[in-house]
Each structure stands twice: as C-alpha cells, then as structure tokens.
C-alpha cells in the first residue's frame, strides 16, 4: 500500500489516553475494583432520560440517543456494585489512592497540579451511566515530555469513572450494561495536537504507557487502557477515533483515517466538477416495493413478505462514487449505510454501485432506475424496512451524501479491532460539562505533594540499568520486561521464589504472548497464582518446563490452586530418587551403547532420560545425576 507523506499532507494528531488504575476501592464508594464472569446477582431497568443540564442546555448527541427510545437493563453483584453505581445514594468522598496516583504521573511529567480539585459532570446518555453523566476531574495542566528529543506538550490529566461495560442486547430495544465497571478510577492523560505522523503517535501513546506503568499502580490487559485520537488535516475535518485497545493498532488508525479523508476530499472534487450542489438532491422517496414482489434477495424479500416497504432516493450524479474504496473494504457506500443504521435502526442500505448483486437481477435494477427517475450517471440508494425506519434511514443518506460534496464531515468515530473505524455519532456539542455538587472540593495541600514527591517511582533508565546489572538480563530482555506490564510481578516473583531471572523474565514476556495468541485467557490468572508457580518452580515441586502447562491450565479453571493444576495435569516434579530409579532404568537397557561411547554417550543418554521425564524435571539436576551415574560407570 502507498505510504502517506503526513508532513505533505498537515496531520495533526492528539492523543487521550486512558487507563484504569488499580486502586484497593472505585472512585467514588468502597467496592472493589474487579469484573465478575458469573450471572449478575442483581438487574434492574431504566429507561434513558436526556439530563437537563443545570447550564439549561441539552447536549445534541445526548438527544439523539435519548431520541431512538432505548432501555437499559444493569446487570450487578454485591461483591462490586452498591447504592452509589445504582444512583440510589450519593458518591462518597473522592478516592485519595487514586488521586495520589494521577499526582505521581503529573509529577514525573513536570504538570502543574490544581489548587482544589473539583468534580464536574460530563453529560454521557447512552446508558454506560446510571446518573446520565460521567464523573471527571483535572488533576494537574501543562506537562510535558520528551519523545525521541521532540517536547509533547501535555495538555491535562484528569481522573474520571469508567463507566459500565455493554454485554448485549434484547428485544425491544433493550441493552444490557454491567455495572462492575462503572466507578473503576481512570486516568486520562491528554496531549496537545502537535503528533505529526502515524509513528511518532504509537511512540508517544508507548512513552505515556510506560510512564504510567512505572507507578505499579495500573490494571493491565485488554480492555484496561484505551486510546482516544484525535486526527485532522487541513482541508478535511477534525475527527475523534475512539476506544483504540491495542497500541499496536494506533499507527494503522492514524494511517486509516488519513486516507479517508484524502479520498472524501477527493470525493467531494469529484462532484463539485461534475457540478452537483446539496439542493440538487431532492428529499422525495420513492416507494419501489412493487418492483421486488418476487425477489430473489431474501431480505428485502421477508421485508416485502412482512408488509413493510422498499424506498429510494436517486442521488444526481453521484453515480460511481459510492463504490469508492475510502480505506480497504470501507466505501462511501458504508458510510451511508452506517448513518443508516444508526438514524433509522435498519440492517443496511443497498445502491446501485454495487448492483447487480445479493440476489437482485438486472431486470430488477432496471426497473428501479425507471422507477426513480435516474440516469446513468447517478446512484439510487434503497432500503427494506417499517416506512418510519425506511424514511429516517435515507433521510440520514441523503445528508451523509450532502456531506460528501462539502468534504469530510465532523464526527465521532469508533474504532474496530482491524484499525479501521465506523461511524459513533456527531461530535458533541460545548455545552457537556458542570459542577458535581454531591462531592466537596478536595484541596491538595502542599504536604500531600511533599509525600508524593518524596516516594517518585524510580525512573525508567535507572530501572533499565538495574535489570541489566542486578538481574543480569540482556538488554533486549530488559526492554522488553520494561514495556510489558510486568515489571513488579518480575521482581516480586524472583526474589520470592529465587528463580533465574531470564527463565522468570522470559516467561512473563514471550511466553504469556505465545499464550495469549494461542488464545488462552492470560488475564484471567492472579498475580498471586503466578507467584506461587515460581515458587513451585524454585521449591523443586515444579519444572520449570511445566510453567506454561500449569499456567494454560489456571487460566481455565477459575479459582483452583496451582497444587491442583499440578495434580490434575500429572506434573508433580519426580523427587532426586525417583529420578535416580529412571535414569538407572535408562543405562540399564542402553549398556552397551554406553560402553562403547564411554563419556561421550552423555548426550545420548540424557535425550532419553529427558523424555521420560520432561514437565517433570529439572533439566541441569538430571544432568548432574546423570553425570554422576556414568563417572561412577566408566
Ligand atoms: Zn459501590
């Protein structure tokens, strides 16, 4: 693919970075801060409600989604939910660990800390909050730091609540939201748009990463940090990407969404020099239901079945534009279906870019270009669905299609697992933020800040220092120890089990990431059950070739032990005299082999035993043995 030349083109990128930390309790109140797998214990309904802001304004986006006429069913435990997520009771006072922890990164990014810190609240009506807002603070402004000798101004870091996480949906317009989540502390970290290429925003997002692992006071895995990019070039449109989980993925998104808007630009060229303007399209649908009675498309045919409606819109000279590749696989054409569905709740659109197809005939796109009035140089866009569902869902095409021939428009965009992004909603408007009146004002006093100053977490090149010395690590490996989000459990688990450092080390980096790709549950497993692996690794209970096993075998079963991993997978390390017995056993039925080799059957010898063995065994402890067994032999 043809590499984009960002500084030819005016990217601008910002990025929002927020990650949980791993506070004892939430944010506001004394649950702790896990997820639950099990059924909830607790539901209840509610019906979203657009809250009026006490600044008299209703956000757009918020009402729009008010509007669609969604329920919302919360799904709880006792063990991580009480009064305060259910909105039933009033937010305790604001979690010091936590502030403690966003006013250790802001020191180690040279920010400013506030005088008081004030909660505000962020209207948020898609249900993810049972109050209709989301909980934020600033916690310090005006940071900075440095990313391959360039300064990136951060602008904020702020400390909100998470909100509650979606786990479905029902019939009638119900969506199911747990609320373990909601309340978990956040910290957001803010840049200033001053990234200028898709690189160096995966390099600062890693540099923020980093900082904010140093603290040890984090959640880690999939789901724990999640970036917000904001991305604009000049002649296209300011555009907020967000939810981007991997940091693998922010290079790709960046890339994305730049030659979106080159080709939405170029789009809209395309149709202003084929002289089309926003009035040429004209807002009367047409019904063409008729004209799929027999269908062979089987949606549109259990749509007719069902008594709902086929309508069009003819789009002057829009005529092979809708086909147009924007990012691999994502078309105008989607973008509209996209609005479609949001707007009019309908399964998608169909146009006749992209016909003949789905089981519709020529003769059938025929029929509908007569019937809409088209030529050929045009597009005419349908839809099967409830006449109301029909009319919102081309009424949103058609301004999508104006959009088009203006440029780029503003929106909120979500990001998908494969870097590329769908439409979320309109960018909200200003008025979003006011007071928190339920918490007090919390000042930071300057011995708060003394401690915290006082306790900084040891910087990044003096740990790196300290893993090549005092673990002997190779610096690749320290690297890659300093990148994961193992540092502590490295640490703690060496010194606790007295395990080598590299087996420890490479376990916790390459290992877990061969696991995870194999697709077992990594997170799934406490830290305190991998500490105690190591432990039964250092105690001789365990061989360190069964690290893995045991650890796949965790991951699956929740709450057991690793005594019982260890029973249930038969890994029970042989004791010195059971191994002893083994190896006996080996040179008795290989004597003569042995000797006629004499010493150099060695290796020979301990490739059997090791099979016999392996899991099971310490490999330099079957050497020994072994070698003591054929100096005694020959
Ligand atoms: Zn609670």
């Known amino acids: 693919m043809e590499k984009t030349d960002y500084g030819k083109v005016g990217l601008k990128v910002g990025l929002e970075i927020h990650q949980q930390l791993d506070t004892e309790t939430k944010l506001f109140c004394n649950c702790g801060t896990k997820l639950f797998k099990e059924e909830p214990q607790i539901t209840f309904l509610r019906r979203l409600r657009p809250t009026q802001s006490e600044l008299g304004q209703i956000d757009p986006a918020a009402y729009f989604e008010f509007q669609k006429g969604v329920k919302i069913r919360y799904e709880a435990n006792r063990e991580t939910s009480c009064l305060v997520e259910m909105d039933?009771?009033?937010?305790?006072?604001?979690?010091?660990?936590?502030?403690?922890?966003?006013?250790?990164?802001?020191?180690?990014?040279?920010?400013?800390p506030v005088d008081e810190i004030h909660v505000m609240r962020k209207t948020v009506i898609d249900g993810s909050n049972t109050t209709g807002f989301q909980r934020t603070c600033v916690i310090a402004l005006k940071g900075e730091l440095k990313v391959n000798q360039k300064t990136i101004p951060i602008e904020h870091l702020s400390l909100e609540e998470d909100a509650a996480r979606k786990t479905g949906e029902e019939e009638g317009n119900i969506i199911r939201y747990r609320i373990d989540r909601l309340g978990m502390p956040l910290i957001e970290i803010a840049t200033a748009p001053v990234i200028k290429s898709a690189k160096e925003a995966e390099e600062v997002a890693l540099a923020i990463g980093r900082t904010l692992r140093?603290?040890?006071?984090?959640?880690?895995?999939?789901?724990?940090?999640?970036?917000?990019?904001?991305?604009?070039?000049?002649?296209?449109?300011?555009?907020?990407?967000?939810?981007?989980?991997?940091?693998?993925?922010?290079?790709?998104?960046?890339?994305?969404?730049?030659?979106?808007?080159?080709?939405?630009?170029?789009?809209?060229?395309?149709?202003?020099?084929?002289?089309?303007?926003?009035?040429?399209?004209?807002?009367?649908?047409?019904?063409?239901?008729?004209?799929?009675?027999?269908?062979?498309?089987?949606?549109?045919?259990?749509?007719?079945?069902?008594n709902l409606v086929v309508l069009a819109i003819r789009l002057p000279k829009f005529g092979g534009l809708l086909k147009w590749e924007l990012v691999p696989n994502f078309r105008l054409g989607t973008e509209m279906s996209d609005r479609a569905k949001f707007w009019g709740r309908v399964g998608g659109i169909f146009h006749t870019d992209e016909m003949p197809a789905y089981g519709i005939t020529s003769e059938e796109v025929k029929k509908l270009i007569q019937f809409a009035k088209a030529e050929e140089s045009d597009a005419v866009v349908f839809v099967a669905d409830s006449a109301e569902n029909a009319q919102d869902a081309l009424e949103a095409v058609v301004e999508r299609a104006r959009e088009a021939i203006v440029g780029v428009p503003e929106e909120t965009r979500a990001a998908n697992p494969d870097g590329t992004t769908h439409f979320m909603r309109p960018?909200?408007?200003?008025?979003?933020?006011?007071?928190?009146?339920?918490?007090?004002?919390?000042?930071?006093?300057?011995?708060?800040l003394g401690k915290i100053k006082a306790q900084l977490p040891e910087p990044l090149p003096l740990k790196f220092q300290r893993l090549v010395k005092e673990y002997a690590l190779n610096e690749k490996l320290a690297k890659q120890l300093l990148d994961s989000e193992y540092f502590e459990l490295f640490e703690t688990s060496v010194r606790e089990s007295g395990v080598s450092p590299t087996v420890v080390v490479a376990f916790l980096t390459e290992t877990l990431k061969a696991l995870k790709r194999e697709g077992v549950e990594v997170e799934g497993v406490r830290d305190e059950l991998i500490k105690e692996i190591f432990k039964g690794v250092g105690s001789g209970k365990l061989a360190k070739e069964a690290v893995s096993d045991v650890f796949a075998w965790l991951a699956k079963h929740e709450d057991k032990t690793v005594e019982e991993a260890i029973a249930s997978l038969g890994f029970k390390a042989f004791?010195?005299?059971?191994?002893?017995?083994?190896?006996?056993?080996?040179?008795?039925?290989?004597?003569?082999?042995?000797?006629?080799?004499?010493?150099?059957?060695?290796?020979?010898?301990?490739?059997?035993?090791?099979?016999?063995?392996?899991?099971?065994?310490?490999?330099?402890?079957?050497?020994e043995l072994l070698r003591k067994k054929l100096d005694s032999l020959v």
């Not at 010091?96 to 920010?111: F, H, K, P, S, W």
């Not at 290796?603 to 035993?609: L, R, T």
């Open 88 to 112: 039933e009771e009033p937010p305790h006072k604001l979690n010091e660990e936590a502030v403690q922890t966003v006013l250790t990164v802001a020191t180690m990014l040279n920010a400013k």
């Open 214 to 306: 140093t603290t040890g006071k984090v959640k880690r895995g999939l789901g724990t940090i999640r970036q917000d990019i904001n991305i604009s070039i000049p002649k296209g449109a300011l555009i907020e990407i967000k939810g981007v989980q991997e940091l693998e993925l922010i290079s790709l998104s960046v890339e994305y969404e730049v030659r979106r808007q080159l080709n939405l630009i170029r789009i809209s060229e395309t149709l202003q020099q084929r002289g089309v303007k926003g009035k040429d399209i004209d807002e009367t649908f047409i019904d063409v239901t008729e004209i799929f009675r027999q269908t062979k498309c089987k949606v549109i045919r259990n749509a007719v079945d069902r």
């Open 427 to 448: 960018r909200p408007g200003a008025a979003r933020m006011y007071p928190e009146t339920d918490i007090p004002p919390m000042v930071i006093s300057d011995e708060f």
């Open 575 to 623: 004791s010195e005299k059971e191994l002893e017995e083994i190896i006996d056993t080996v040179i008795t039925n290989n004597q003569t082999m042995i000797h006629k080799l004499g010493k150099n059957a060695f290796g020979a010898v301990m490739g059997m035993v090791m099979k016999e063995v392996r899991g099971r065994a310490n490999a330099v402890l079957v050497g």
